[in-house]
């Protein structure tokens, strides 16, 4: 059996790797869940509501629109007022946000009104906190710049 649109479910890595951007095939979104499913996600009701928040506000630096200060001092402020540390939010960014949206910021027609709580809480899978390992390309640097930004906010009074 095979993906919907008739690609081989033995090798969905490949599969994934041939897309041009995220809105190319017609499956794309039905892998990612259930990719993310088969590993364990974590189901809607067992994400604290300071997860979500940072979720939503953290995922505004994967969205195809402009990012800026007004962006910045959201981010820090939520993260301020939640139960995390700036690692672990930055943890949940490069960990838990950067594997599944990135591919919008590589998009010709990528996202730009953002994502409804019920599409974060299906895709994204709650991990433990790491030590963030430096990543590389296009994208990474734009969301390590990004945050810079949140950093330099935070360390403000």
């Known amino acids: ?17 041939t897309l041009k951007n995220y809105f190319t095939c017609c499956c794309l979104r039905y892998s990612f869940r259930h990719r993310h499913n088969a590993a364990g996600a974590t189901s809607m009701t067992a994400v604290d509501g300071d997860r979500l928040k940072l979720w939503q506000v ?6 195809d629109t402009e990012v800026n200060a007004t962006t910045f001092d959201l981010v820090a402020r939520t993260i301020r007022e939640s139960s995390y540390t700036p690692e672990q939010a930055h943890s949940i960014l490069l960990n838990e946000l950067f594997p599944l949206l990135q591919h919008n910021l590589r998009s010709m027609v990528g996202e730009w009104a953002g994502w409804p709580d019920e599409w974060l809480l299906e895709h994204i899978t709650v991990r433990d906190f790491v030590a963030v390992k430096p990543m590389r390309g296009p ?7 990004c945050w810079q930004e949140v950093m330099s906010r935070l360390s403000l009074p």
């Open 1 to 17: 059996m095979g993906w919907p649109c008739g690609w081989p479910r033995s090798n969905p890595g490949k599969h994934m790797k």
């Open 139 to 145: 994208v990474a640097e734009e969301i390590a710049r």
């Open 58 to 63: 953290l995922s505004e630096f994967f969205l």
